[in-house]
């Protein structure tokens, strides 16, 4: 089974709750009570030291006597907070002088400093005389380079571990309020990211099942990075839709202008056979046949374009002159120019433009330009043809005074199979496929294209090239011009 982000969250959130109050309970009493049984230890060490020493001056060179002390040590009790009493170093080893009376003249025969170890402190019970747990600090009192006394100071088993509860007891205190901020944290997660996340999940789990018109008809999340994600998932929908969109109109279109020649093909030339047309006018129809033809080796070619320039295709690219390509490609439009009498009038900014771009792509962009300028144009007219740079760019513009582009139509143009009404008379073989295919190469090369046009007047096709670097054509008059205009 698939486990959720959230339920791994949670189940981790629980998991560190238990592992941390188990880690208190074990690792954390365990050092605190170290380090207070230390800190006490060394406290009471300093006041027991400071008892042997007053004892020491009591007995050697005040004379006082042993159970006289025992007073002083009732004063010292209170100060240091613990039980006092001094031990002799005699066989039976005898509480001499103690501030409580059921360890006041017990002996202790076993009492050996090797009890402590190399400490100054213990927890234990000294020989079964105190509750077991008591923190044990001595002092050995030395007269004569030998230990004459002990003083010996304890506090009950309970007091560490009242200090050591009151500190975990904080700790735990801090924990909780820690648990309740991530407890928090862990609700804001829920309703500002896990919940919009799932309705997010279950617009694309729609999309994926082509479902591209869903919409949640749950609020999607708003203000906050889950927005930008939803509505980089809505605009993802929209493009899919009008991808498949694209698609079937794409179809449609192929098939319709595969179609309709193909039909009048086979109508002439059946109609050729059963003789409903009579010899005399085959020259005629053979015509219009060779002419939906060729209409369909167009639409064929301009297919394959389209598939070779298309999206990630890389490109060739090379420095050349874009002057001699422009000559080169105008030389194939010399029967169609003269059958319109059409003049074109080429202006080169300067002799040579190296561009760096697809030579052959580009080739095809001015082909398809130029014939479309032809094809709009009136007959005996003027096509301007300039090529010129600015800055790092060299601009291609191909200006026509045919029969324009309506307002309405301009935008449309770049798309594909898309042909003007306006344009149907004066263009019986176009495909609407030229413009896309130029488009997407200029496109392809991170370039622009642009269109003036005004219907009745004429148009203007202007594109950028990145200028080759080996290019030293430089512009200043022309680049003067541009920048007044
Ligand atoms: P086609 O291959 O049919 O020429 P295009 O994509 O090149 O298709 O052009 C699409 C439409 O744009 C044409 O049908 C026409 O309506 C319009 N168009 C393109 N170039 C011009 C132009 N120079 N003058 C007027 N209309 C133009």
Not at 217 to 246: H, Q, W
Not at 310 to 329: A, H, I, Y
């Amino acid at each position: 089974m698939k486990r959720s982000i959230y339920i791994e969250f949670l189940i981790g959130y629980i998991i560190f709750a238990i592992v941390s109050v188990v880690m208190i309970q074990t690792l954390g009493v365990y050092l605190v009570n170290k380090r207070i049984t230390k800190n006490e230890a060394h406290y009471l060490y300093t006041g027991v030291s400071a008892v042997a020493s007053d004892f020491y001056h009591y007995i050697y060179n005040q004379r006082g006597n042993e159970e006289g002390f025992s007073e002083y040590l009732e004063s010292a009790k209170a100060y240091l907070n613990c039980e006092l009493f001094v031990i002799n170093s005699s066989e039976d080893k005898t509480v001499v002088a103690s501030t409580s009376t059921t360890t006041f003249l017990m002996s202790i025969p076993d009492f050996d400093q090797e009890y402590f170890g190399n400490q100054y402190y213990k927890v234990g019970n000294l020989y079964g005389t105190l509750d077991d747990g008591s923190l044990i600090v001595y002092y050995p009192v030395v007269h004569n380079y030998n230990v004459a006394y002990y003083c010996i100071g304890y506090t009950d088993a309970g007091y560490v571990k009242s200090i050591v509860a009151s500190v975990i007891s904080y700790i735990y205190l801090i924990c909780g309020v820690l648990y309740g901020i991530s407890f928090i944290i862990l609700l804001i997660f829920h309703f500002r990211i896990y919940i919009p996340l799932k309705r997010v999940t279950a617009v694309t789990k729609e999309y994926a099942k082509g479902n591209y018109e869903y919409v949640s008809d749950r609020k999607l999340p708003k203000g906050n990075e889950m927005e930008t994600l939803s509505t980089s998932v809505r605009f993802m929908g929209e493009k899919f839709k009008s991808m498949e969109d694209d698609e079937k109109k794409f179809i449609a279109n192929v098939s319709h202008d595969f179609r309709s020649p193909l039909t009048s093909i086979h109508g002439y030339i059946e109609a050729m056979r059963d003789g409903t047309i009579p010899p005399e006018n085959y020259d005629k129809y053979f015509g219009i046949v060779i002419t939906e033809a060729d209409r369909l080796k167009k639409l064929t070619e301009n297919l394959l374009v389209l598939n070779t320039s298309g999206g990630n295709k890389k490109l060739d690219l090379r420095e050349f002159d874009l002057n001699e390509v422009l000559r080169n490609t105008l030389l194939s439009f010399e029967v169609q120019c003269e059958k319109k009498n059409i003049l074109l009038d080429v202006i080169y900014g300067q002799k040579t433009y190296v561009v760096c771009a697809d030579k052959l792509k580009i080739q095809q962009v001015l082909y398809n330009l130029v014939d479309n300028a032809i094809k709009f144009s009136h007959n005996d007219s003027t096509i301007t043809i300039k090529t010129y740079s600015k800055g790092e760019k060299i601009f291609t513009s191909i200006k026509d005074t045919g029969i324009g582009i309506s307002k309405e139509s301009i935008n449309k143009i770049w798309n594909r199979f898309y042909k003007s009404d306006t344009s149907r008379g004066k263009d019986k073989t176009g495909t609407g496929l030229g413009l896309s295919i130029v488009k997407e190469i200029i496109t392809n090369h991170g370039e622009n294209i642009n269109c003036i046009s005004t219907e009745g007047v004429g148009s203007e096709f202007i594109f950028s090239l990145a200028r080759g670097k080996t290019d030293d054509s430089h512009d200043p008059i022309v680049e003067a011009m541009i920048s007044e205009n």
